[in-house]
Nanobody
Framework: QVQLVESGGGLVQAGGSLRLSCAAS???????MGWFRQPPGKEREFVAV????????FYADSVKGRFTISRDNSKNTVYLQMNTLKPDDTAVYYC???????????????????WGQGTQVTVLP
């Protein structure tokens, strides 16, 4: 059974940085990993995805150039480095895993079967 545990969320001023981590268990190295977020009162949306080998990544336009997704398969952990944070980045951030990822450059929530519980990121103006 796949288990995903996010950490690293918190409160930060606009322009600041945070690094989210997602510790995975029950996954193999063939799992693609993604980050999604759900702003207050809105639908969950795609943020970034990385394939199992780490050599292919895609980002939502809203975070491109500011966020970086990476993974360390030896630690079964995926990261999301978030720089130059904006108040619009305020959301609950979710980690997701999928062994049969299609390679889409803009996956939906339906493309991932396993999810973490989420971690809150709040960016103050």
């Amino acid at each position: 059974q796949v288990q995903l545990v996010e950490s690293g969320g918190g409160l930060v001023q606009a322009g600041g940085s945070l690094r989210l981590s997602c510790a995975a268990s029950g996954t193999g190295s063939n799992y693609a990993m993604g980050w999604f977020r759900q702003p207050p009162g809105k639908e969950r949306e795609f943020v970034a995805v990385i394939n199992w080998s780490g050599d292919s990544t895609f980002y939502a336009d809203s975070v491109k150039g500011r966020f970086t997704i990476s993974r360390d398969n030896s630690k079964n952990t995926v990261y999301l480095q978030m720089n130059t944070l904006k108040p619009d980045d305020t959301a609950v951030y979710y980690c997701a895993a999928e062994p049969r990822y299609t390679g889409s450059s803009y996956p939906s929530t339906a493309d991932f079967r396993s999810w973490g519980q989420g971690t809150q990121v709040t960016v103050l103006p």
